[in-house]
C-alpha cells in the first residue's frame, strides 16, 4: 500500500509564515500530481494548490501571492511555502497524491491523515 504523512503543521500568529512537508512511502512506481487541501471547521475540504509531474502548479484564488507548491521526485515529497497566514487560513491540511503502483499498475489517489494549522494572536 501507499501512504502519506504530512508534517510541519502548528499555530503562527497572522503573517507568520509555516512549511508543510508530505512523504510517500510505500509501493511506489510513479507519482503524477500532487496536492495541498484544506478543511476548517464545519467546512467542505477545497483545493489549496496542485503541482504536476512537469512542475506545473495551481493555487486557489484565496491564497495566489502567499503560498508556494514544491516537490523533490527522488525524496518523493510534495511540500507547501505559507507566508502572510491570515487565521482564514486556519484549518487542517492533507496531501494528496495520484500515483502509480505497478509499472503495470492502474493511477489511483490517495490521501494523508492531515497537519493542524491554527493561525491566531
Known amino acids: 500500500q501507499v501512504q502519506l504523512v504530512e508534517s510541519g503543521g502548528g499555530l503562527v500568529q497572522p503573517g507568520g509564515s509555516l512549511r508543510l512537508s508530505c512523504a510517500a512511502s510505500g509501493t511506489i512506481f510513479k507519482i503524477y500530481v500532487m496536492g495541498w487541501y484544506r478543511q476548517a471547521p464545519g467546512q467542505q475540504r477545497e483545493l489549496v494548490a496542485l503541482?504536476?509531474?512537469?512542475?506545473?502548479?495551481k493555487f486557489a484564488d484565496s491564497v495566489k501571492g502567499r503560498f508556494t507548491i514544491s516537490r523533490n521526485n527522488a525524496k518523493k515529497m510534495v511540500y507547501l511555502q505559507m507566508n502572510s497566514l491570515k487565521p482564514e487560513d486556519t484549518a487542517v491540511y492533507y496531501c494528496?497524491?495520484?500515483?502509480?503502483?505497478?509499472?503495470?499498475?492502474?493511477?489511483?489517489?490517495?490521501w494523508g491523515q492531515g497537519t493542524q494549522v491554527t493561525v491566531s494572536s
Open positions: 503541482v504536476g509531474s512537469g512542475d506545473t502548479t
Open positions: 494528496n497524491a495520484d500515483v502509480q503502483m505497478f509499472a503495470v499498475g492502474v493511477r489511483r489517489i490517495y
